[in-house]
């Protein structure tokens, strides 16, 4: 189905927006990351993840939900970076949303699609299980950033 959960691409933008210090720089690596995180294995070449199948909305829905959840915590306990995050969550996710322009204009042969599709070697049913880790562990990570951060701020100025 040629993509991985959006979840995991926020994740990735998230944590990049909090441990890169050059705001440029983190949006750069953001929209690139979206490439690594495809080429890790994922879920696909099952019937009830394509479009057109009944199950398929659901899936998008609680993937959407799940990652405005995770964007709107992380924001909250990062608020001084909330900007941040915000773009660099849109710039991880951003080659996802221009399938929506692929398919509207017709599936054009275009090298930036086939690009994106080559990279994506492996989405098979047990791909769902790396999803799943991928989430747990990038979401954990945030957290220990988050709490790493919040320790420095309350040891007392030199
Ligand atoms: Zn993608």
Do not use: I, L, M, S
């Given at each position: 189905m040629h993509f991985m959960i959006a979840l995991n691409h926020a994740l990735t933008g998230e944590a990049i927006a909090l441990t890169v210090r050059r705001p440029a720089l983190a949006v750069v690596l953001a929209f690139f990351s979206h490439f690594i995180v495809d080429a890790i294995p994922h879920l696909g070449n099952?019937?009830?993840?394509?479009?057109?199948?009944?199950?398929f909305p659901y899936i998008l829905a609680i993937d959407g939900l799940l990652t405005t959840a995770s964007v709107a915590i992380t924001c909250h306990c990062a608020r001084d970076k909330a900007r941040l995050i915000l773009v660099c969550v849109f710039a991880a996710i951003l080659p996802d949303i221009l399938w929506l322009w692929y398919y509207a204009a017709g599936?054009?042969?275009f090298w930036f699609f086939n690009f994106h599709k080559a990279v994506q070697w492996y989405e098979q049913p047990i791909g769902g299980a790396t999803e799943v880790c991928y989430a747990v562990g990038a979401s954990l990570l945030i957290a220990y950033i988050i709490s790493k951060r919040r320790v420095k701020k309350a040891l007392p100025k030199k």
């Open positions: 099952v019937a009830f993840y394509t479009p057109g199948n009944p199950v599936r054009p042969d």
